[in-house]
C-alpha cells in the first residue's frame, strides 16, 4: 500500500507568527486517519496546504503521491475538502448546489441532478432541497457540505473538524457516514479537537502542538499514555482543584480515592469524567518535555 | 475501490464559464432589493433632473434629451457597484475553497460575476430609456446608431464592472467592497452628464473634461440624439479598452494573491 499523504519538514508562517515548524507525517491508504489539536493548532493551516489552498514555506508535501505544488491538477482529481465553514452557496437551493458542483467536477447535466438527488436522499435532506441554503439549520448546511464533497468520489477526503456544532444525533450520523466511506477504501483525513471522536472514528491519530507533530499511534496507543478515567477532585464553591487520571479499572481508581480520602476533606466531593483534550495535552507535553530534558541531561 | 458510478473529471472550460455565469444569474435574480434599486434609483434620479432640477439648468424645457445619456452611465455605474459586494462575499465565503479545490480555473468565478453584471445593466438600461421615452425623451437614432450607443454602453459597463470587481478583491469585507465603490459613483457627476462642462469653474472643467465617462456621455449623446460622435468616439473606445484591460490584469493579479487568504 502507497502514501495519502506524506509530509517533511513543513513550515508555515503567517508574517512573523510561526504556525509549522517542521512537521513530519506520514498516512497510509485507507482507513481514518485523525488529526487532532487544540484552537490555533495548525490544524486548517496544514490541511490547507494539502489541499492546495495554502503555499507551505518549507518542505515536501505529498497528496496521493503528487506533489501539491507541482501536480495541482493531479492532486485536486485526488482529493476533497469540507472545510471547517461550510462552504455552501446560501443563494441556490440545496440541490442547485450539488447539481452545480455536479457539473464542474465534468459530470453531464444529467448525471449531476441524478447524483444530486441520490445525495439529497442519502443526507436526509428530502424536504429541504429545494429551499435555498440561507435558510437551512447548522446541521443541514454541515450535512449538504458534506454531501458537496461526495459528489465524485475521490481517493482522500479531507474534513476540517465536520461535527463541531453538530447535536449527537447529527454528529452519530456524520460518524456512521465517515465509516461508510472509510469501508470503500477512501482516505479520510478529519481533524478534530475531541479525543473521543478520534477515538470512536479513527485507526490512526497524530496530536499537534505547537506546530509539531507530538505524538502518533493508534487510539489505543494513545489512550494508554494519558490513563482512562480522569478523578477530578471539588473544592468548597464545587469548583476542581485537582486531576488524578487513572488507567480505569476499579483497581486504580480505587488506590487514587484512597489517597485522595488522606489528603482532602472527609466531605470534600470527587467525580469521575473521561480524559479530555486538555488531559491528552498535559500528559504528551509534559512527557515530551521531560524527554527533552532527559536528552538534555544526557548531551 | 468500488468501480464509480460517477466518474469525476476536468469539466469544459466552456462549461465551467457557464455554471458561474447561472449562478450569478441566480444571485441576481433572487437579490431583489438590489435589482429593484439598481432600476428604481436611476428613474428617480432622471424624475428629480427632468422635473426638478431641468427648468433651472436649461430653461427651453428640453433637458430630458440632455440628460438621458448621463441618467443611463449613471445607472450602469450604480448597477455595477453591486459586483464588488458580491465579489467580496465570495471571497470571505467558505465556498471559494470548494471552488479551489476542483478541477477548474476557479478564476472563472470572475467571468460569471461579470457576465451576470452586464445582463442586468443592460436591462436596467433599457427600462431607463423606456421611461426616459415616457417623460418627453426624444432621440433621432436609425438601427445602426442604436446598436451603436448600445456597443459603447455595454463596453462601459464592462470595463466599469471589472473595475468593481477587482475593488471587491481588495476589499477585506462585503462591507468595505461597498464603501470603496460608492467612490466611483461620483465621476459621473464631475463629468458633463447633467451640465456643459464650460459652466464649471475653471480646474473642474479640467478634471471634467479629461475624464472617462465625459467622452462616453458625449458619444451616445451624439448617437441618439444627432451631431458628429467624432474623436468622442475614440476616445470613449479607448478609455473603456484601457480600463477593461487594465482591470482585467489587476482582477486576476489580485485573485491569485488573494484567494488563498481568508
Ligand atoms: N490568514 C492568516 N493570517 C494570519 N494568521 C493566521 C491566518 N490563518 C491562521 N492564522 C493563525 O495561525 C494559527 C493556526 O491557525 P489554524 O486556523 O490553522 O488553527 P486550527 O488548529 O485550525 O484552530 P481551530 O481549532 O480554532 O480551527 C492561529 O494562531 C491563527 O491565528
Ligand atoms: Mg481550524
Not at chain 1, 253 to 271: E, F, G, Y
Not at chain 2, 8 to 18: D, H, I, R
Request: include cysteine.
Amino acid at each position: 500500500m502507497g502514501l495519502a499523504i506524506e509530509v517533511k519538514g513543513l513550515y508555515k508562517r503567517y508574517g512573523s507568527h510561526e504556525v509549522l515548524k517542521g512537521m513530519d507525517l506520514s498516512v497510509a491508504e485507507g482507513g481514518v486517519f485523525a488529526l487532532l489539536g487544540p484552537n490555533g493548532a495548525g490544524k486548517t493551516t496544514f490541511i490547507h496546504i494539502l489541499a492546495g489552498l495554502l503555499r507551505a514555506d518549507r518542505g515536501i508535501v505529498r497528496v496521493a503521491g503528487y506533489d501539491v505544488t507541482m501536480e495541482k491538477l493531479r492532486v485536486k482529481m485526488s482529493i476533497s475538502l469540507t472545510g471547517q465553514f461550510a462552504a455552501v452557496d446560501d443563494m441556490l437551493t440545496g440541490t442547485e448546489n450539488l447539481r452545480m458542483l455536479g457539473r464542474l467536477n465534468g459530470l453531464s447535466a444529467a448525471q449531476a441532478a441524478a447524483r444530486a438527488t441520490e445525495l439529497i436522499s442519502q443526507f436526509d435532506l428530502e424536504a429541504a432541497g429545494g429551499k435555498r441554503v440561507g435558510t437551512y439549520s447548522g446541521g443541514m448546511r454541515r450535512r449538504l457540505d458534506l454531501a458537496s464533497s461526495l459528489i465524485v468520489p475521490r481517493p482522500i477526503v479531507f474534513l476540517d473538524e465536520p461535527t463541531t456544532g453538530l447535536d449527537t444525533r447529527s454528529r452519530r450520523s456524520l460518524w456512521d457516514s465517515i465509516q461508510a466511506l472509510a469501508s470503500q477504501g477512501i482516505t479520510v483525513i478529519l481533524t478534530t479537537q475531541y479525543l473521543e471522536e478520534a477515538d470512536q472514528l479513527a485507526d490512526r491519530i497524530a496530536v499537534i502542538h505547537e506546530g509539531r507533530i507530538v505524538a502518533s499511534g493508534t487510539p489505543a496507543e494513545l489512550k494508554a499514555r494519558i490513563g482512562e478515567e480522569v478523578i477530578e477532585l471539588l473544592n468548597e464553591e464545587g469548583e476542581v482543584s485537582h486531576t488524578l487520571t487513572t488507567d480505569g479499572t476499579i483497581t486504580s481508581i480505587q488506590d487514587q480515592l484512597l489517597m485522595l480520602a488522606q489528603q482532602a476533606p472527609p466531605n470534600a466531593r470527587v467525580r469521575l469524567r473521561s480524559p479530555s483534550m486538555d488531559d491528552v495535552f498535559l500528559a504528551l507535553t509534559e512527557s515530551a518535555d521531560s524527554n527533552s530534558n532527559k536528552e538534555a541531561k544526557r548531551a | 475501490m468500488t468501480k464509480p458510478a460517477y466518474e469525476g473529471k476536468q469539466p469544459s472550460f466552456f462549461t465551467t464559464n457557464a455554471e458561474f455565469i447561472v449562478r450569478s444569474i441566480r444571485h441576481s435574480l433572487r437579490n431583489v432589493e438590489t435589482m429593484i434599486m439598481a432600476i428604481v434609483l436611476p428613474v428617480m434620479l432622471m424624475l428629480l433632473f427632468t422635473y426638478v432640477f431641468g427648468g433651472a439648468i436649461d430653461t427651453s424645457g428640453n433637458y430630458v434629451n440632455y440628460v438621458v445619456p448621463g441618467i443611463i452611465l449613471l445607472c450602469a455605474g450604480f448597477g455595477s457597484s453591486s459586483t464588488a459586494v458580491d465579489v467580496a462575499s465570495d471571497m470571505k465565503n467558505g465556498i471559494i475553497d470548494r471552488f479551489r479545490t476542483l478541477p477548474i480555473h476557479s478564476w472563472c468565478l470572475m467571468t460569471g460575476h461579470v457576465t451576470a453584471s452586464l445582463l442586468r445593466n443592460l436591462l436596467a438600461t433599457g427600462i431607463v430609456i423606456l421611461a426616459a421615452l415616457l417623460v418627453g425623451f426624444t432621440p433621432h437614432a436609425d438601427v445602426w446608431e442604436w446598436l451603436a450607443a448600445l456597443g459603447i454602453i455595454s463596453l462601459f459597463i464592462l470595463a466599469i464592472t471589472w473595475l468593481y470587481a477587482a475593488i471587491g478583491l481588495v476589499a477585506g469585507s462585503p462591507a468595505a467592497a461597498s464603501g470603496y465603490g460608492f467612490a466611483l459613483l461620483f465621476l459621473p457627476y464631475l463629468s458633463s452628464a447633467f451640465v456643459a462642462t464650460d459652466t464649471m469653474p475653471s480646474w473642474l472643467q479640467g478634471v471634467a473634461e479629461h475624464q472617462p465617462i465625459t467622452p462616453v456621455i458625449e458619444t451616445i449623446r451624439s448617437l441618439l440624439l444627432g451631431g458628429a460622435a467624432d474623436e468622442h468616439a475614440w476616445f470613449a473606445i479607448g478609455w473603456c479598452l484601457l480600463i477593461l484591460i487594465g482591470a482585467v490584469i489587476w482582477c486576476t493579479w489580485l485573485y491569485n494573491r488573494r484567494a488563498g487568504r481568508r
